[in-house]
Each structure stands twice: as C-alpha cells, then as structure tokens.
C-alpha cells in the first residue's frame, strides 16, 4: 500500500546512504579550492586531474553493470563506499599533482558507478512497482538533503589559509563512507541466482528491448537539460549574463534544494496517478519552462528582477527534478530483470557520466563568447525533444509497465491484458 511503512531494511538503506551523502556533501564543492588554493596546484591543473577522474568514472560505469548482475548490488555497493573513503584518506595528504591524481582516479572510478549501484539495489529491496518508485523519491529527496547539510557544514569549516580544515573534511568523509559500508553488511545479498542453462546477458540484450532503449534514450537527453547542465551552467550564466553575486548563487541553490524537500512527497502522489510516459513528458516541459525563465535573467531589467528569474528558475527546476526522481529509475527498473538490471541501470549512468563531461565545456564555452541565449535556447530544445520521446514509450509500454498502480477502469484493457487478468483470477 502507497501509505505503509517502509520494510526495515529499505529503512536502514536509505539512512546509511543520507549519511554518506552528508559527507560527500562536506566536500563535494571544495575539492578544486582545497586542490587550487590550499594545496597551490595550477587551476588549469586541477581542471586536468577533475576531467582524468570524470574519464575513470566513465569506463568504470560499463564495468560496474557487468558486475552488479553478477556480484550483487550488496557487494559492488560495498567496494565502492571502501574505494570511496580510500580515496579521501588519499586526499587529505594529497599536497600537488602526483599524490591527487591517484586519488581522484579512485575517486571518480567509484562516484559515477554509484548511482547505478544505489538504483539497482532499490529495486532489489522494493520490487513492487509502487513501493518502488516512493522509495525513488524518498531517496532523492534525502541525498539532496543531505548534501545541502554537508555543503553547509563544510562551509563553516574549510579554510584555504589552512590545509588541514580540508583534511578534517575529507576524513569525516571518509568515515560517512565507512558507516555506509558497514550498513551494507545488513542487508540482503541483493542478487537472484542465475539459472543453470540460462544464456550469457549482455548489454546488447538491454538495446534489444524496445521500450527500454526509448528510455535509455529519454535519459540520454535528459542528462544533456538537468542537472549535469544545472550544475555547471547555474554559476556561469548568472554571474556572466545576469550579473548577480556569488551569494545570490548560493542561496538559489537553497531555493532549489528546499523545494525538493518540501514538494517531493506531495508531487509522488501525483505522479503515481499518471503515467509513467506522461511524467516523463512534464518534467520536460517543466524544465523547459524553468530554462526560459533562466535565460530573462539576462534581460536589462532591475537587479530584484534578474534574482527573481534565477530563483524563479531554481525553484521551477528543482519542481521538475521531483517530477523525474520517481518516473526515470522506476521506468528503467520496471522495463528489466534482475539478470539484466545492472547493466540497465548503468546505461543510465552512462548518459549522466557524459553529460558532466560534455556539459561544463559547452555551457562556459558558449557563454564565454556572449552565446549564452544559444545555450538556453539549446536547453529548451532538448527538453522539448525529452516530450517529444516522452509521448512514444505509451505505445511501446504495456499497461502494467506504464502505470505505478492498477490503470484506470474508465480505459478499456486491450484484450490480450484481459485475458491475463481472467487467468490470474483463476488462480485465487
């Protein structure tokens, strides 16, 4: 039931992981200054040792799909939160470019295969499709939460006139993901045991299912429009074309997060009345929407007017954020198997993995040469095109695959459901 409480397990899960997210959070926006101005590395440097750990985390997402439908999500989970706090110990004593790369290498070979990892293990621990997609959402809104938490926390801490304010960081970040680690020892193995005579899986099996590659495609975009773009484009547009101030740029941030804390729960409820498809198809419009309303912070009006398009768009963004958190996972998972739903999973990753790659270049570069309205007008273009895919998955989707709970009896089942549904009732 939609209102029951959550499996103890399921419970544990979601708490050991907002942990480590509050220390991924103590870090997760000083790296490059702790790097940079406590550690006296060379921007464009530093710029070098991110990207080297973006490229590691891009060839780790394929591997991590392989070994997630043959280890188990408990497993690779655990591996990754040891590799994860392996890494900050690493980089607390980092001091130039030799002794951070290793660690931003291991850094970024266990970040990006995260999320998939996490998403796959959700999925084991709730397998109704209801149950599912809360969870989805509970989950998003507490990493987001939790990585506000630790942003602020790490705030009031670091120090670039003292290295060891970062050490204290990434140490404490080690010791989330250590927590985490050992949480993980509590749950389930996470992993069904193949069949004897079943047939090697790979992940031309996952591009072999038609509404799942739409999916998988829908994803791809989506990566390119939300948050990869967000991230990077959030800072560049409006100090350079809005002209607000570095603290307006943090507190849209807060608007951003405090409106998944505050909307998620009640937008569930929502989206599980509709269509998985339909979803897909408003949270493009929303971010579309949120995007346009970006790009008139650059027009020639007063300062209040420009903040309250930037907060405006913040807060439009996170609305359409909350709208995609139950609708993409759920989907992905809902389309596969358990033999399968590793490689699925990371295929997902793969389009985020991407886009944070791709996404900062275009975004600093279009906007660095006075393009930045070609930016925006790009955005909402591929958020129109997340529509557009939005609207096919319906006729490649079964009812049951399409809807969170039982369709809606005013729409006639096709026959082939119907019989279905005649031989399950048989069987009670």
């Keep these: 039931m939609p209102g029951s409480a959550l499996p103890r397990v399921t419970r544990l899960f979601l708490a050991g992981n907002a942990v480590a997210m509050t220390g991924n959070g103590l870090v997760i926006a000083f790296t490059l200054i702790y790097l940079h101005q406590a550690r006296g590395i060379a921007l464009p440097v530093v710029g070098l040792l991110l990207a080297a750990g973006a490229a590691a985390g891009l060839l780790a997402v394929t591997v ?95 120090n670039v006139h003292h290295p060891g304010s970062f050490q204290a960081l990434f140490l404490a970040n080690a010791v989330s993901c250590l927590i985490f680690a050992v949480v993980l020892t509590f749950l389930p193995a996470l992993r069904t045991a193949p069949a004897r005579k079943e047939p090697r899986a790979g992940y031309r099996d996952v591009l072999a299912r038609p509404g799942l590659r739409l999916v998988l495609v829908a ?17 560049a547009y409006a100090s350079v074309e809005a002209h607000v101030s570095a603290r307006v740029v943090a507190l849209s941030l807060t608007v951003n997060t405090a409106l998944i ?7 569930l409820r929502r989206v599980r009345r509709a269509r998985r498809s339909s979803a897909l198809a408003i949270s493009g419009l929303i971010l579309a929407t949120s995007w346009a309303m970006f790009g008139l912070a650059a027009l020639p009006v007063a300062a209040t007017g420009r903040i309250a398009f930037v907060f405006g768009f913040t807060a439009l963004f996170g609305l359409g954020e909350t709208v995609l958190a139950p609708t993409v996972s759920p989907l992905v998972n809902r389309l596969t198997d358990d033999r399968l739903r590793g490689r699925a999973n990371s295929l997902a990753a793969l389009s985020q993995s991407l886009a944070f790659m791709i996404c900062p270049a275009l975004a600093t570069g ?21 529509v557009a895919v939005g609207a096919r998955p319906r006729r490649a989707l079964t009812s049951d695959q399409d809807h969170v709970t039982e369709a809606p009896a005013t729409r006639p089942e096709p026959v082939a459901g119907r019989r279905r549904a005649a031989r399950s009732g048989t069987r009670g």
């Excluded at 209801?130 to 801490?157: D, E, H, K, P, S």
């Excluded at 975009?221 to 800072?235: H, Q, R």
């Excluded at 804390?261 to 937008?267: D, G, K, P």
């Excluded at 279009?366 to 997340?386: D, E, H, R, Y």
Aim: some cysteine; proline content about 5%; charged content about 5%.
């Design 64 to 158: 991590s799909g392989v070994l997630l439908d043959r280890l188990g999500a408990r497993r690779v989970l655990t591996g990754i939160f040891l590799g994860q706090a392996t890494a900050q110990v690493l980089l607390a004593w980092a001091h130039n470019a030799a002794t951070a790369l290793p660690a931003l290498l291991l850094y970024g070979a266990t970040w990006a295969p995260m999320f998939p990892a996490i998403a796959t293990a959700i999925a084991g621990l709730t397998p109704d499709p209801a149950a599912q997609q809360r969870v989805f959402a509970i989950n998003f809104t507490a990493q987001n939460a939790a990585i506000g938490i630790g942003t602020v926390l790490g705030a009031t801490v670091a």
């Design 219 to 235: 994803s791809l975009i989506v990566a390119f429009t939300a948050y990869p773009a967000f991230d990077s484009g959030l800072p």
């Design 366 to 386: 279009l906007i660095a040469v006075g393009a930045g309205a070609v930016w925006i007008g790009l955005l909402c273009v591929g958020c129109l095109a997340t």
């Design 261 to 267: 804390v505050l909307a998620q729960l009640f937008v």
